[in-house]
């Protein structure tokens, strides 16, 4: 072939080539545009298993439009219930001294990275919750000060120097606008009828300078760089078993409230929020009995719960009494002696599923980090068999909590809001809308055997199975 006739082939082969590329693409990109307009995008799946052979694994799944017959999990973003605080952990004292003294600088900076940070492996904490003075889980008992006035120092938050705050300061760098809860497990023994950390009841004549207490809390955590962002009264106040301890009747919490606390932070231009009960689900007319106050209502932003005893129905029936006043979730423990599948399942289906569908605003866990033998915690009523999210010794070992928590931490953020779906008996589920309008649903397998479930939303709907007692997140 001629020189001409080369050239004259090259331009029709290459004219050919153009022509089949340029069709492939377009039939490609139409082949994409379909399979995207079929599938409606994807979602994005994290797994934890009773077997932990899952643990907040992530896969993908797709849209499409084909119903099925499936159970169906409805999610309507129309539907708007209230709005998320934040899912976290109670950071005890003994918590802090664990991650203070037992890790090194380096190890601790990658720990908290990954605890309250999303990138990566990291799962979000966004709520805290930490004892005004010494709790159960601290290795002695302490208070911010010792004496009663003109007979010894005043007020330090020096134990809280030791360990806690370094810590804290280490978080709130990491994520300054982490929500932090401040609750006291005792008044000053001084204050009280019995003169000791555990048991007994705050004197009345000591009311003005407890609630100056805690007036002086807020505003040193504050210069130390430290927002508390609420405070509840007192740690289950009918309970006096713990070291330390106190009881608070309700109607002691309402005049506290409308005397001193309340007064005290309005003068002092305080806005840390003021939460009562804080404590079991049994009693929901506690709760009631101190809203129903007229004087204490207005200083009042809301009630705490626990479930160690009640049903977590109980915070609806509180929302329902005061429609206007916030309910919350502080405080459940994982026994050392528990499984990791029966409180996975537990935890989420009445926490991280139950408290929010009832109204509440965070869930926390109890307690962030103990040792491998549940310590520290202090003698005679100090619990000796919580288990932290974190086993901090030698290593740091990951416990069922952190994932019961990390479910919605990583997902569901500070500004986040509940929004509507159906509930199925198998299927315990929540869902939320996230600030970025990222939807989330969390859902359980409460039974003993492998279930599978359809998701609509928007007209498109995705398939899921989840093993028996597991636990997923679905984000789209």
């Keep these: 072939m001629n020189q001409h006739n080369n050239r004259s082939f090259s331009f029709w082969a ?67 219930f209230q709005s998320i605080d934040g899912f976290g952990f109670s950071l005890t004292g003994g918590s802090a001294f664990l991650l203070h003294t037992k890790l090194d600088s380096a190890k601790r900076a990658a720990l908290l990275r990954e605890l309250f940070l999303t990138e990566d492996n990291g799962i979000g904490i966004s709520y805290l919750r930490i004892s005004i003075g ?25 134990e809280d120097r030791k360990h806690l705050i370094p810590v804290l300061k280490e978080i709130v760098a990491l994520q300054p ?71 608070m009747t309700a109607a002691d919490q309402a005049a506290f409230v409308k005397n001193n606390l309340g007064p005290a932070f309005k003068a002092a231009g305080i806005q ?32 705490a719960f626990h479930l160690y ?81 974190l086993t901090v010794g030698d290593d740091v070992k990951r416990n069922v909590s952190y994932y019961i928590i990390g479910h919605a931490s990583k997902f569901v953020p500070d500004g986040s809001v509940r929004i509507a779906s159906n509930t199925l008996q198998a299927i315990p589920n929540v869902a939320f809308v996230t600030p970025e309008g990222k939807k989330v649903l969390i859902a359980v397998n409460d039974t003993d055997t492998e279930k599978s479930f359809a998701v609509k939303a928007n007209g498109k709907t995705f398939k899921a199975t989840l093993s028996k007692g597991a636990v997923g997140t679905f984000v789209w």
């Design 134 to 158: 010494a709790s159960d889980l601290d290795d002695h008992v302490f208070s911010y000060t010792s004496y009663a006035p003109g007979k010894g120092k005043g007020f330090s938050l020096d």
């Design 177 to 247: 606008g982490i929500k932090i809860m401040g609750s006291p497990w005792s008044a000053p023994a001084w204050m009280k009828t019995n003169a000791n950390a555990k048991a007994g009841s705050l004197k009345p004549e000591y009311y003005e300078a407890y609630a100056k207490y805690f007036v002086d809390y807020v505003q040193e955590m504050k210069k130390e760089g430290i927002t508390i962002d609420a405070v509840t009264l007192q740690n289950e106040p009918e309970n006096p078993k713990n070291t330390p301890s106190m009881i």
């Design 309 to 389: 005893l009640g049903e977590i129905e109980a915070l609806s029936k509180v929302h329902e009494a005061h429609p206007d006043k916030h309910v919350y979730f502080t405080e459940q423990w994982t026994s050392g002696e528990g499984t990791f599948a029966g409180d996975l399942q537990w935890h989420v289906k009445h926490l991280v599923i139950g408290a929010t569908r009832n109204w509440s605003r965070n869930v926390l866990e109890w307690n962030l980090a103990a040792d491998a033998s549940y310590g520290p915690h202090t003698d005679d009523g100090g619990c000796t068999l919580c288990q932290g999210a």
């Design 14 to 80: 290459y004219g050919i080539t153009v022509l089949l590329i340029a069709c492939t693409s377009a039939c490609s990109r139409k082949t994409n545009e379909s399979s995207a307009a079929s599938n409606g995008g994807d979602v994005a799946f994290w797994l934890t298993t009773g077997d932990r052979s899952s643990q907040l694994a992530k896969s993908t799944l797709s849209f499409t439009d084909e119903e099925g017959s499936d159970e169906v999990i409805t999610v309507d973003t129309t539907q708007r």
């Design 272 to 303: 840390t929020k003021i939460i009562v009960f804080d404590h079991n689900c049994d009693h929901p007319e506690y709760p009631i009995a101190v809203l129903d106050d007229a004087a204490a209502k207005p200083f009042i932003d809301g009630s």
